[in-house]
């Protein structure tokens, strides 16, 4: 028997989920829009990869703030 996670997420980080699966076979289930079930075995390397992914998509208020002029 494989032993599994059950995940809770939003619908865009079951989309980032999904794609990472496409490279690395990890989800047992997609249960629906907000839930999955995936392989315990492998749950270091989902959160490491999300991590990452967030990271490259995700901007700071200030990085995004223009420079006043004085």
């Known amino acids: 028997a494989i032993k599994g996670i059950f995940i809770e997420c939003e619908p865009d980080i079951r989309e980032v989920l999904l794609m990472l699966d496409a490279k690395e076979k990890f989800i047992i289930e997609d249960l629906d829009s907000r839930h999955l079930f995936i392989n315990a075995a492998h749950l ?4 490491s990869q999300l991590d990452k992914e967030l990271e490259s998509t995700v901007y700071e208020v200030e990085a995004m703030q223009q420079p006043k002029n004085a």
């Open 44 to 47: 270091a390397y989902v959160q």
